[in-house]
T-cell receptor
C-alpha cells in the first residue's frame, strides 16, 4: 500500500489564484482529514469527512472547500488564495469503527506559499 | 471545545538520558490520547496511544501515562538516541469518542538529543 499520497509537494501561488490540493488513500479508510500546520502552532483541522458524500467543518474552514465523491479521494480547494494561507497542509485518513478513534495516517504534506 | 496544552515547547537532552513531555486537556469526557512523532519534512506518525481504561502503556523505550483525575497525560522516552530527535505532538478528541470525533492537537515539542 502507498498509504496517503498528496500532490503537489510544493506550490507558489499569487494572491487571488485558486488551486486544488490532492489527497488519495489506498487503505479503504472511511475517515479523511485536512490539517494545516503553521510554525510553532501544531496542527489545525480544516475539514474532515466520515465517508463519501459527507464532509464537516473543522476548526479553521474559512477560505477552503472540500468534496468527497469517492472513498479514496479528498481534495482541498482554495478559491482565492491569501497570504494567511501560507502553510504546510497535511491530509490524513483513519478507520473508525463503532468503538471509537483509531490511528490517523498522514501524508507527506504540501507546502504552499502565497505571495 | 477541547483545549490541549503541551509542555515544554523545546527540550534538549543528552543521549541516554530520559525525556518527558506533558499534556493537559480540558474535556473530562475525552477517552483517547495518542502521541505523534514528526520528523523533518514528513507527516506525523503515531508512536503510541492510550485509552482511558488504563493508566500506563509501554512500548520498548516509550511509555505514556494518563491521569484522568488531573486531566493530564505524559510521554516518557528512556535511553534517548539521536534518532529520537523530532517534533512530538499529543492529541485528544473533542469529548467522548463516538465515531466521527476529531482530534485536537497540542502545539508540539521539539526534542533534540545531543550525542
Amino acid at each position: 500500500n502507498a498509504g496517503v499520497t498528496q500532490t503537489p509537494k510544493f506550490r507558489i501561488l499569487k494572491i487571488g489564484q485558486s488551486m486544488t490540493l490532492q489527497c488519495t488513500q489506498d487503505m479503504n479508510h472511511n475517515y479523511m482529514y485536512w490539517y494545516r500546520q503553521d510554525p510553532g502552532m501544531g496542527l489545525k483541522l480544516i475539514y474532515y469527512s466520515v465517508g463519501a458524500g459527507i464532509t464537516d467543518k473543522g476548526e479553521v474552514p474559512n477560505g477552503y472547500n472540500v468534496s468527497r465523491s469517492t472513498t479514496e479521494d479528498f481534495p482541498l480547494r482554495l478559491e482565492l488564495a491569501a497570504p494567511s494561507q501560507t502553510s504546510v497542509y497535511f491530509c490524513a485518513s483513519s478507520y473508525s469503527p463503532s468503538r471509537g478513534q483509531e490511528t490517523q495516517y498522514f501524508g507527506p504534506g504540501t507546502r504552499l506559499l502565497v505571495l | 471545545g477541547e483545549n490541549v496544552e503541551q509542555h515544554p515547547s523545546t527540550l534538549s537532552v543528552q543521549e541516554g538520558d530520559s525525556a518527558v513531555i506533558k499534556c493537559t486537556y480540558s474535556d473530562s469526557a475525552s477517552n483517547y490520547f495518542p502521541w505523534y512523532k514528526q520528523e523533518l519534512g514528513k507527516g506525523p506518525q503515531l508512536i503510541i496511544d492510550i485509552r482511558s481504561n488504563v493508566g500506563e502503556k509501554k512500548d520498548q523505550r516509550i511509555a505514556v501515562t494518563l491521569n484522568k483525575t488531573a486531566k493530564h497525560f505524559s510521554l516518557h522516552i528512556t535511553e534517548t538516541q539521536p534518532e529520537d530527535s523530532a517534533v512530538y505532538f499529543c492529541a485528544a478528541p473533542l469529548g467522548w469518542v463516538w465515531g466521527n470525533t476529531p482530534l485536537v492537537f497540542g502545539k508540539g515539542t521539539r526534542l533534540s538529543v545531543i550525542a
